[in-house]
């Protein structure tokens, strides 16, 4: 907080111009320019998050109408005129690199939401807990990773989202046990799509709930055993 | 429909599910459809308004995790954002007025897609508390996507006046709402 935004008696800066977006009242460069802004400037996006909750209540003004169905029928044709491709589900799923790119945004949209809404039911009985996901999440760092545990083949699949490592560090993942020492899984190799191979001692860990973590570690991994750099990401399994 | 509900089929959609997809335009769609109308002000145009809303629904679901609104009130951002996009392309009267009329009356939703009465009331009363022309233009603003060029217009004021109006009644409203 710096401390004009506090003695100032009127809005100013950035929460004065994700007030006005929000509010409607901007002309149409000024809008173009702050809608920009919410895709590029995550404490922007946050100005603006917070004054669409604090005006929402406005929106009881509007009435509910009826459209005609010609509407879904061309929603439809714009999103799914070309619906044989969606057949990729069924074969080679692990391997398609557009799954995994959908995965790691929905999936992690997901997530985020089944730790922020506890009233959420389970997911539908088709999807065995055999497969759980995780988004190591940023933690100081731009560093972001989605993983997919699939208990039946003992894989882990990472799926790299942002943050690079420095030229001469690596990334390293841990499961994390409470109250025991992080186990590592070894080095994680470079690329948007790597797999590590998981022990049974890893499984059973894993099995009980332990959280994952990243951290950044010489080349090569720890030399200890133990981490010894910063956590730049975690995050723990969930269902799937 | 509860609200968690909502916020389900919203995960569901963000993960390309199509039944949870056409499940909640079922839901939602007419209380959005309201929104475009009413600041579209045009039948036809408020069609494809709508078409594109959940066009960016189904592509930017997962958006709505990094928001802190309810489930409808998202859904109502995002069709009040594509609207006031929109007008602002357009610069040409509204083309039916006795439509806006029409479409002008809240009806009461299912209970899912009313926002709490509380909430409601609450800014409301912190409306009344702005002088009566700044209640309504920053009503004018929010619920018709009104710009500054036309508030001041309406108003008669200079354009500058009316944004310093507008920022110093969103502060006194937001200091009224935490009050």
């Known amino acids: ?240 | 429909m509860t609200p968690q509900d909502i916020t389900k089929l919203i995960v569901r959609t963000s993960m390309k599910d199509r039944a949870a997809f056409d499940l909640l335009y079922r839901q939602t769609s007419a209380k959005l459809f309201g929104v475009c109308l009413r600041v579209l002000n045009d039948r036809t145009e408020a069609e494809e308004a709508l078409q594109e809303v959940f066009v960016k629904i189904w592509t930017k679901a997962d958006r709505f995790a990094v928001s802190d609104l309810s489930p409808i009130s998202w859904l109502v951002a995002v069709a009040r954002n594509h609207s006031i996009d929109r007008i602002r392309q357009r610069r040409r009267p509204a083309a039916d007025l006795d439509e806006a009329l029409d479409v002008a009356d809240p009806t009461p939703g299912p209970e899912a897609l009313a926002v709490a009465g509380g909430e409601r009331e609450r800014i409301y009363s912190c409306l009344e508390e702005l002088d009566e022309d700044k209640a309504a233009a920053v009503r004018g603003a929010y619920i018709s996507g009104e710009s500054y060029a036309d508030l001041a217009e309406r108003y008669k004021v200079p354009l500058n006046t009316m944004r310093t109006w507008l920022r110093r009644s969103l502060l006194k409203l937001r200091e009224c709402l935490e009050r």
């Open chain 1, 1 to 240: 907080m710096n401390g004009t935004e506090d003695s100032e008696r009127g809005l100013g800066g950035d929460d004065a111009v994700a007030a006005e977006y929000v509010l409607g009242a901007l002309d149409s460069d000024e809008r173009a320019a702050a809608a920009r802004r919410v895709d590029a400037d995550a404490a922007f996006a946050q100005l603006v998050d917070r004054w669409e909750v604090t005006l929402a209540p406005m929106a009881s003004a509007y009435g509910s109408v009826e459209p005609p169905a010609s509407v879904k029928q061309a929603i439809d044709r714009r999103l799914f005129a070309s619906t044989a491709a969606r057949t990729v589900e069924k074969a080679g799923i692990w391997s398609s690199l557009a799954f995994w790119r959908g995965l790691t945004v929905a999936a992690f949209a997901a997530l985020a939401l089944y730790i922020a809404v506890p009233l959420l039911s389970p997911p539908p009985p088709a999807a065995p807990a055999e497969r759980l996901v995780a988004s190591l999440a940023p933690q100081q760092s731009d560093v972001h990773y989605f993983v997919v545990y699939d208990a039946r083949t003992k894989d882990i699949g990472l799926s790299h989202v942002t943050g690079a490592r420095a030229p001469d560090r690596d990334f390293e993942l841990w499961v994390i046990e409470k109250n025991q020492s992080p186990r590592s899984l070894g080095v994680i190799p470079v690329g948007s799509n790597v797999h590590l191979a998981v022990s049974q001692e890893i499984q059973d860990k894993i099995a009980s709930g332990a959280i994952f973590a990243i951290t950044m570690e010489p080349k090569g991994g720890s030399a200890t055993g133990a981490p010894t750099g910063p956590v730049v990401a975690s995050g723990d399994l969930r269902d799937i």
